[in-house]
């Protein structure tokens, strides 16, 4: 195992990217500076479990989301979910980070709430906290006002995240793992099936979607 030095708070965003878009960049962005990360590691899925077969490869995933990237220090790309034989469960992908990064620097996995109340059904959802904190992003449909838990945790959820709670991005730093953190990010209704379902209608998808994101659909004859 390689140890690096411990450094800050490491943001992990998962996604299918099918294809990569402004909601996920602002989403991944506004994490980065409500919870004080050093970065936030983007991580499309190869093999995604809870989805169906992605409408573009896995290559073409990655290197969309490669571009949309670019020039943006605070924010890095990892291929290892991609490269894996094996379907993309995060808690490998974890495993494989905290193997990658050691046991003292603080991983902080980035879900929306509806991810976040689907968790019991996520393979080895239990190992998640021993890996890494988790910030929930408050998105529209849910209470309008502060920071706030989903709406409905089922019982086995709101046992796992008793007195995990916090509302100080400070503690973050604390410790490697084991927080629960809700942070609120900025509505922004755009999704890859609206865009994909733009292209296939031949209308424009421009202005949801980084440029280079759009030129290299094109160049590619993706979502037509």
């Known amino acids: 195992?390689?140890?690096?030095?411990?450094?800050?708070?490491?943001?992990?965003?998962?996604?299918?990217?099918?294809?990569?878009?402004?909601?996920?960049?602002?989403?991944?962005?506004?994490a980065r500076e409500a919870l004080g990360l050093d970065c936030v590691r983007l991580i499309p899925?190869?093999?995604?479990?809870?989805?169906?077969?992605?409408?573009?490869?896995?290559?073409?995933?990655?290197?969309?989301?490669?571009?949309?990237?670019?020039?943006?220090p605070g924010l890095e790309l990892d291929d290892g979910e991609v490269r894996a034989a094996q379907k993309s469960y995060t808690v490998l992908t974890l495993e494989r980070l905290r193997a990658q990064f050691g046991a003292a620097r603080p991983l902080v996995l980035i879900l929306g709430a509806d991810a976040?109340?689907?968790?019991?059904?996520?393979?080895?959802?239990?190992?998640?906290?021993?890996?890494?904190?988790?910030?929930?992003?408050?998105?529209?449909?849910?209470?309008?006002?502060?920071?706030?838990?989903?709406?409905?945790?089922?019982?086995?959820?709101?046992?796992?995240?008793?007195?995990?709670?916090?509302s100080d991005p400070a503690a973050l730093r604390e410790a490697p793992a084991g927080r629960v953190i809700p942070f609120d990010m900025t509505p922004l209704a755009i999704s890859a099936s609206l865009i994909r379902d733009l292209i296939a209608h031949r209308a424009s998808p421009r202005y949801l979607l980084p440029d280079a994101v759009l030129d290299y659909i094109g160049q590619h004859h993706l979502y037509g």
């Open 1 to 30: 195992m390689r140890n690096e030095p411990a450094a800050g708070p490491l943001g992990i965003l998962g996604g299918t990217f099918d294809p990569i878009h402004f909601a996920h960049l602002r989403l991944a962005e506004e």
């Open 45 to 72: 899925a190869g093999q995604p479990p809870h989805r169906g077969v992605p409408r573009s490869t896995a290559e073409d995933r990655l290197a969309m989301a490669r571009l949309a990237i670019a020039g943006n």
């Open 116 to 166: 976040f109340e689907g968790l019991p059904t996520w393979h080895r959802w239990q190992a998640l906290f021993g890996l890494a904190h988790i910030a929930i992003a408050n998105r529209p449909g849910y209470a309008p006002h502060g920071r706030r838990w989903p709406q409905v945790l089922s019982p086995e959820l709101d046992a796992a995240c008793r007195d995990r709670h916090t």
